[in-house]
């Protein structure tokens, strides 16, 4: 079985017990929370699909850890201006494993 959950403005497909760094939430490590939006929910050829989420459906999910992904780096440069511009940017995640899918 498997779900379509909307979380931090992304879609993701996700299985029970699989892992996956999302858009951070504020949660303590190892708390289980309930996401209640999801879009659709398949098992095999049938899927069920919200419009725009699945009645009743919902999928529970327990929090590993908090962090922050590697260093994306900016650089900006006009060619013949003297102009360049460095910057560094670390987005917060938050890793989760999902426990079950109710739907």
């Known amino acids: 079985m498997y779900a379509v ?3 931090g403005g992304k879609q ?6 699989e892992k996956l760094k ?3 939430i504020p949660a303590d490590i190892g708390s289980e929370l309930t996401i209640d939006q999801v879009l659709a ?3 095999g050829e049938s899927i069920k699909f919200g419009a725009p989420l ?3 459906a919902s999928v529970r999910v327990t929090v590993i850890s908090q962090g922050r992904h590697d260093k994306v780096r900016i ?3 006009r060619r013949r201006k003297h102009y360049q511009k460095r910057q560094g940017h670390r987005q917060n995640y938050t890793e989760i494993q ?3 899918i109710n739907g």
């Open 5 to 7: 959950i909307k979380t």
């Open 12 to 17: 993701y497909k996700v299985v029970a017990g």
């Open 22 to 24: 999302i858009e951070q």
């Open 41 to 43: 929910v398949g098992e």
């Open 54 to 56: 699945v009645e009743g």
């Open 75 to 77: 650089f900006k440069m």
């Open 98 to 100: 999902v426990v079950a």
